[in-house]
Structure formats: structure tokens, C-alpha cells
């Protein structure tokens, strides 16, 4: 895992006196993601520059990499994972690797393959390839999207980085902030690749190569995740066994000490009881929130999965006095805002087990690949909900609307009044506002227009697959993946995701609906497969999520700070109504209505919006 940048001038020179110190400043805002070293290599037209966190091959991983050959030069923030099997491929070419690091194989398959060499890699990974021989540079970005890459093209200059941060500079006073793209984070909580909060700043997308050269930019999708397309069949225990094993295997065969992120709920402790499974001899140590709140805490089941395990238990405390300090170096660090008020405790979560291990395995991409959201059913639901005549929805709309705001955690309550919203919306379209910050109606108070919600023509027979589709590309890639990365990566600390593993994924696509969602069973398949390591009663506890008391915390402790934040005249650059930011706090604080999330996705713009006066910039 590193950090990488760069800076190209295809037509050159790119070095100069401003050039150098940029990539060094470049450089120096990605140091917390790689403490280990630093490298700044490059040509005339090309420098790129890296910081290294150091996990497989710790003694030869100095980057960049350059093939003197023939110029190529490679930076890869990331694990190619299928290293090993790609070097005994390679050698059969003719190419040997020397370097004993995973990344060194990138420039020799490229070398070998062109542009298809991507297709051969697994793994998690951001690279960044410069070809001199054909003045190309390529950027190239996970399937998953588990890890970041930005860029940004200026007067036939081009610069990239892990980092937005990394791409501002005293120099970018010319940035403008993207207010469309404000606004659907408002509603969202996240920005969807290619957007950024900044106009002249794009995203690369998950499965996505960007070739930029003498004829332009080129976009290419080299992998989806295509459930819609893919053959249907019933599910081999055996055969999903023997797939997610090596997932497992492969992401935690590192040259580093590696522990869990343990919550209790299935994905999390399937990974550690397979991860017991497959190395037990290894010392493990698994690290879990704890919340005073009662009903936000699963701590304590947690400690009951680790201790069946024999997996030692580190607890980590999250307090509100924690968020303040936290958000604000998160978002200046980081260079953009994120809304998931589990940004904070994630970041909490690494920065102590980073005291321990370089590696932790994570839960994430198994709720949105084998349908554990109970939007998932609820969709199914709602349609016949829709049909039910206007009277009758008006008349349950108001009684639910009129229950009073509960403080504990994912209530029916909380529930049932997000279900009652869009009925008259398809079922995409329905998806997305139920999972929003923002409704629409909060956003036209705040004088926001509210994003078009997609209308296409999809059959109701493709429901779950396009739903799941959208989470996958669009909340998990660029919401849940994002908040691990920044917060883990603050300590310098990485995440793997064994559930993202590429064959794990195909394999998810494959499963029929009814080995997805039966009824008002979620997971069916996957929990039929834990029952093999785990017990009954951890495999069929009740979904709970990792959430924050902020209703409560938002009233006090938090609520002078919350003001402070809502009350800034900055959020009128992004054309959102501070003194209507304001009501919201006070309906929230008079128990009026739960505007938690909205008012949490405010802060955070709120913050952000303050880096951003700070540096001079948009």
C-alpha cells in the first residue's frame, strides 16, 4: 500500500524549479499513507513520485519502477496478489522479475501485453503506467474501487494522485468547486467516480483504464461486475469454499504482522473464523468499536465470535469528543468530504490497531454482493405498497410520520418512515432516496435542486440484480471503500477485503435470486455456507451495521460544535441556506424530527468548505 503521484508533460520538459518542489509537495501529503520511503523517479517528459507503506518484499520495493529498456515506468499504490503465479508465467516468456516485491511484476506484464496486462492482475491496486515510446500515460484503477486515483489536466499538463490533497498546491488558486457534484453529495453522502468536488479534478472509476495520449482521453470499463449477464446457478458450498479460502489465503499471505476488523455480525467474523481456519498457528488479534450507548454496541458480541476463536480481543472506545478533531484532520488530510459518520470510529479503529499490524482483513462487499440491505426485500415490498390506493397511503403515511424521533439504533420506527418515501418512484429511483443523506424535500428547503433520480425501463425481473449493481458501484466503491482507505490509511494501515476477491465476486453474480433474498431472508446462500464455521446463533443474528448515536450526540454533547459548523457563511459557496442548516439543528435539538444524517452531511461539507477557504482555493 503507498501513496502515489505524478506529474506529465507528454510534448516535455516536465522538470523544472516549480516542478520539483510541486512533486515533492505532492510527495509530502502522502507521506501518512507510506512512512516506510519515499521515491521520485522520472524522464523528460514524466515524474512520478511515491510513498511506501512496506508489505510484501520489504527489503527491494522502491518505487518508482522503470524498465530502462524501453523507459516504461511504473507506480502502483496497492497488492497484486497473484504475483507468484504471474512471475512463473512471465519467466516462461522469457521476462525475469528480480524484485522479491508484488508490484514489481506490473511492468514486465505490461511490456508483455499492452494495455490487456490489467486483465491478468488480482488484487487491490491504483497504477499509473508512463510509456515514452508512445508519449502514453495510462491510469488504471481496481475492480472493486478499493483504492483511490485522481487526476486532474491543465494547459497539456497532467498530474495524478492517491489523494485530492495531494493535488492541491499554493498554485491551484484556479480550482472551482463542482456544485452539481456538491449537491449530489448531499444527497448521497459521496462522490461518484469521475466527479469531485472540484471541476478541474476527476476520478478514475472502479474497473476503469484511462489512457491519456496525442489523440485525447480515452475512458475504458476493462471489468464489471455484471450479476444481470451472468449464468445463473445453484450454489456449490464445496466449490465457494475452496474460492473464498484462497481469497482469504492470498490476501493475508504478507511479509507483515495482520489482524481483523471484528464486529460481530456475519461478514466480519466469517473472515476471522476462515482466517483461524487456514493459519492456526498464527497469533491473531482481532479489533472492535465499543459504543456506552447500548443499542449501538455489539462489542460484546464481538468478544463472544473472538474468544470462540481463541482470536485475543482489542476493544477501541468511541466517544463524541473523539469527532470534532477527528472529521476536521480526516477531511484536510484527505482533500474532500465523505458523509458516513463511521468515518470517525474507522478512523479510531486503525489508528490503534496500526500499533500492533500493518494488515487488517475487512467485511467489506459482502452485503452488496450476496444481498444482506434489507432495501434488497423491502424493494419488494414497496411495489406492492404502491399499488395500494392513494387514501389508504396517505392514511398510513401520516400515521408513521407522525411517531415521534427515536435516539436508539435502526428502530422500526426509522424504518418504516423511510419506506413510506417514493412510492411513486421505480425502483431504482426508490433505492436511492431510501439510502440518501438528504431527502428532497431537506434539500429544497436548503435551496438545493435535488439530483434527478434515474428513470430507466428496467423489467421488475432485473431488480435485485440492477440494486445490487448500483450498491456495488456506487456506495460501496465510492462510499464504504472510500471511508476505509482514508481512515485506515491516516495510521497507515491497510484494509484488504477478502468478499472483493475477483473469483469471489463471479461467484456471487452466478447465485440465483432465491440464494440471495427468499422471503425476508437476506444472505441466504452466504449464511448457509457460514454455518459451516460458525454457530447458529452468530450466522442468523439480526443485521445491525455499524452506526453512530449521533441523534443523541447531536443534542449534547455535540450540539455547540454542530452549531458552530451550520452556522458558517461558507456553506453558501456550495448554495446551500446556512440559517435553514440551522432550523434543521434546532427541529432536530426540539425533537421535531431525526435529521441526524442531514445535519452530520452538512458538517462535513461545512469542514471541508473551511480546508478549502484555508488553502486559498475554489
Known amino acids: 500500500m503507498c501513496g502515489i503521484c505524478g506529474l506529465v508533460v507528454p510534448n516535455g520538459p516536465v522538470m523544472g524549479d516549480a516542478a520539483s518542489l510541486r512533486i515533492n509537495q505532492m510527495v509530502d501529503a502522502l507521506m501518512h499513507r507510506g512512512p516506510d520511503d519515499t521515491g521520485i523517479d522520472g524522464d523528460h517528459s514524466a515524474v512520478f513520485g511515491m510513498t511506501r507503506l512496506a508489505i ?161 482521453i480515452q475512458r475504458r470499463r476493462y471489468w464489471r461486475w455484471n450479476a444481470l449477464q451472468t449464468h445463473k446457478q445453484p450454489g456449490s458450498l464445496d466449490k465457494f469454499d475452496e474460492i473464498f479460502r484462497e481469497s482469504v489465503r492470498q490476501q493475508s499471505e504478507v511479509d507483515v504482522d495482520f489482524g481483523l476488523f471484528l464486529s460481530g455480525g456475519l461478514d466480519s467474523s466469517l473472515i476471522t473464523a476462515v482466517t483461524r481456519d487456514i493459519r492456526p498457528d498464527k497469533t491473531l488479534k482481532a479489533y472492535s468499536l465499543r459504543f456506552s450507548e447500548a443499542s449501538y454496541d455489539e462489542g460484546h458480541f464481538a468478544e463472544q465470535v473472538a474468544n470462540t476463536l481463541g482470536v485475543e480481543f482489542v476493544p477501541v472506545w468511541v466517544r463524541p469528543e473523539d469527532f470534532p478533531p477527528t472529521i476536521a484532520k480526516l477531511v484536510r488530510q484527505v482533500g474532500e468530504p465523505l458523509a458516513d459518520p463511521a468515518w470517525v470510529p474507522s478512523a479510531l479503529l486503525a489508528r490503534r490497531a496500526a500499533q500492533d499490524v500493518r494488515v487488517a482483513l475487512v467485511g467489506e462487499g459482502a452485503d452488496e454482493l450476496f444481498a444482506g440491505y434489507p432495501t434488497y426485500f423491502g424493494a419488494e415490498l414497496a411495489g406492492y405498497y404502491a399499488r395500494l390506493p392513494n387514501p389508504v397511503r396517505a392514511s398510513i403515511r401520516r400515521a408513521v410520520e407522525s411517531w415521534p424521533a427515536s435516539d436508539k439504533k435502526v428502530t422500526i420506527n426509522f424504518l418504516l418512515k423511510r419506506f413510506i418515501l417514493g412510492d411513486e418512484l421505480d425502483y431504482l429511483g426508490r433505492h436511492i432516496l431510501w439510502t440518501s443523506c438528504i431527502s428532497p424535500a431537506t434539500l429544497t428547503r436548503l435551496g438545493v435542486t435535488p439530483p434527478l433520480s434515474p428513470r430507466p425501463n428496467y423489467s421488475k425481473a432485473e431488480m435485485l440484480d440492477r440494486l445490487q449493481q448500483q450498491d456495488l458501484e456506487t456506495s460501496l466503491a465510492e462510499g464504504l471503500l472510500t471511508k476505509a482507505d482514508r481512515a485506515s490509511m491516516k495510521s497507515a494501515l491497510e484494509l484488504r477485503a477478502p468478499f472483493l476477491g475477483q473469483e469471489v465476486m463471479a461467484f456471487a453474480a452466478s447465485l440465483p435470486e432465491k440464494e440471495r433474498i427468499h422471503h425476508f431472508q437476506t444472505k441466504v446462500f452466504l449464511k448457509r455456507y457460514a454455518l459451516r464455521y460458525l454457530p447458529k446463533e452468530i450466522v442468523h443474528r439480526k443485521k445491525r451495521g455499524l452506526s453512530v448515536p449521533l441523534s443523541s450526540w447531536l443534542r449534547e454533547p455535540l450540539y455547540d460544535w454542530a452549531k458552530s459548523r451550520l452556522s458558517s457563511p461558507l456553506l453558501e459557496r456550495a448554495g446551500v441556506n446556512r440559517y435553514v442548516a440551522e432550523e434543521l439543528l434546532q427541529e432536530h435539538m426540539q425533537r421535531k424530527a431525526d435529521h441526524a444524517r442531514a445535519i452530520w452531511t452538512l458538517i462535513v461539507l461545512s469542514e471541508w468548505l473551511e480546508w478549502v477557504s484555508e488553502a486559498g482555493l475554489g
Not at 131 to 152: I, M, Q, T, W
Not at 209 to 214: A, L
Open 56 to 216: 510484501r518484499g520489504l527489503s527491494d520495493g522502491k518505487q518508482p519502477i522503470i524498465d530502462h529498456a524501453s523507459g516504461v515506468m511504473v507506480a502502483c499504490n496497492g497488492e497484486i496478489d497473484n504475483h507468484l503465479e504471474l512471475r512463473d508465467w512471465l519467466l516462461e516468456q522469457g521476462r525475469t522479475v528480480t524484485q522479491s516485491t508484488d508490484v514489481a511484476v506490473i511492468p514486465a506484464m505490461y511490456l508483455e501485453l499492452g494495455d490487456a496486462f490489467v486483465d491478468r492482475l488480482r488484487g487491490a491496486f491504483a497504477i499509473a503506467i508512463w510509456d515514452p515510446r508512445e508519449n502514453k500515460l495510462l491510469l488504471v484503477r481496481d475492480r472493486a474501487g478499493e483504492r483511490p486515483l485522481f487526476y486532474s489536466i491543465n494547459d497539456g499538463s497532467i498530474a495524478f494522485a492517491s489523494l485530492i490533497s495531494a493535488l492541491v498546491s499554493p498554485e491551484s488558486s484556479t480550482l472551482s468547486i463542482n456544485t452539481n457534484a456538491i449537491h449530489s453529495y448531499l444527497q448521497s453522502g459521496f462522490f461518484v467516480a469521475p466527479e469531485s468536488p472540484f471541476k478541474e479534478i476527476q476520478k478514475v472509476l472502479p474497473g476503469e483504464m484511462v489512457t491519456i495520449d496525442g489523440d485525447g
